[in-house]
């Protein structure tokens, strides 16, 4: 299972590595979102294979190794969040310099016409970038709420887990005092039984002599 694990953790790592790749070289955008997707679909599977590793682990480990897979699951599902928030801007700016050629590749027969096209055109390119923002920020909004609602479960999971542990090395506290009291007890009978043994043995010798 720890060899899955680190094995996973590299995909990841590797995962990030592409996002920076992506922001250094948008020309090959395309290529390298599909890349990073099966990364993501990659560590999707392990995680899937390491749950059933979890219920296969001693239960006083289970709890600490189900929370190390939970974390690959965040950070796997955070990726997934980013990697669709960037092909959305991708395919926005795509759509914006297709709108813009087009408007631009008009003709017309005056010179004040085109100026008025090249205004509007002007004033198209600043109202997609507004509605682009707004999309990023209701984008970015509805990630942080799914993000919010996970960790609020991971949490929640994580308490009753550590209740159960607890609960667990109470029991074992409990059983570790009766255990301790009994090799006092007998201590005890086998002190008791030396020195009635010995009391009956200078007894013996007394009536003999």
């Known amino acids: 299972m720890e060899a899955l694990y680190h094995q996973t953790n590299q995909i990841l790592q590797e995962t ?3 996002f920076h790749k992506l922001e250094k070289d948008p020309n090959n955008a395309e290529e390298v979102e599909n890349a990073i997707q099966t990364k993501i ?9 390491l749950d059933i590793f979890v219920y296969k682990t001693p239960i006083n480990q289970r709890s600490m190794v189900k929370m190390r897979v939970d974390q690959l699951k965040y ?4 990726i997934q969040a980013s990697l669709n928030n960037a092909q959305n801007k991708r395919r926005r700016r795509e759509q914006e310099l297709i709108d813009r050629e087009q408007l631009l590749s008009r003709r017309f027969g005056h010179d004040h016409t085109a100026i008025t096209v090249d205004y509007l055109a002007q004033e198209q390119v600043s109202l997609q970038n507004s509605h682009r ?8 909004g509805s990630n942080i709420l799914e993000t919010l609602k996970y960790n609020r479960e991971t949490i929640k999971g994580a308490h009753r887990r550590i209740i159960d542990l607890a609960n667990t090395l109470g029991l074992s506290n409990a059983t570790i005092s009766l255990i301790e009291r009994r ?6 009978v086998l002190f008791g039984g030396m020195l009635v043994t010995l009391f009956v043995v200078v007894l013996v010798i007394i009536y003999l002599t």
Request: hydrophobic share 35%; glycine share 0%; net charge negative.
């Open 16 to 18: 990030a590595d592409l």
């Open 41 to 49: 679909n990659a560590v999707s599977a392990n995680c899937e294979k």
């Open 75 to 78: 950070d796997n599902k955070h």
């Open 133 to 140: 923002n707004v999309d990023d920020m209701l984008h970015t």
């Open 183 to 188: 090799v006092a007890q007998d201590k005890y």
